[in-house]
Nanobody, 115 residues
Framework: QVQLVESGGGLVQPGGSLRLSCVAS????????MGWYRQAPGKQRELVAD???????NYTDSVKGRFTISRDNTKNTVYLQMDSLKPEDTAVYYC?????????WGQGTQVTVSS
């Protein structure tokens, strides 16, 4: 069984920054893919950014140039550095990890951007 624990969410003013972390623990096989998704109230969950085992990254258009995804394979951890935050970034952020044939999700961390 794999556990994903997210941290780093909170309340921030527009233009501010937050750094999310997601640590994977438990019976982990090779981690091929790590990603961050978000879900705002009344909206579907959407991909924010992802990173492969070799470091290739992908971002949704609305966060390009503002968010940076990275990973530390020695710690089974994925990060999301979020800069220049906007009110429309407000959502619950979830990490997803693909390891072997399995997909695991974190419990989510709330990010609120408001003045």
């Amino acid at each position: 069984q794999v556990q994903l624990v997210e941290s780093g969410g909170g309340l921030v003013q527009p233009g501010g920054s937050l750094r999310l972390s997601c640590v994977a623990s438990g019976s982990i096989l090779n981690i091929y893919y790590m990603g961050w998704y978000r879900q705002a109230p009344g909206k579907q969950r959407e991909l924010v950014a992802d990173i492969t085992s070799v470091g290739s990254t992908n971002y949704t258009d609305s966060v390009k140039g503002r968010f940076t995804i990275s990973r530390d394979n020695t710690k089974n951890t994925v990060y999301l550095q979020m800069d220049s935050l906007k009110p429309e970034d407000t959502a619950v952020y979830y990490c997803q990890v693909v390891h072997g044939p399995y997909i695991s999700w974190g419990q989510g961390t709330q990010v609120t951007v408001s003045s």
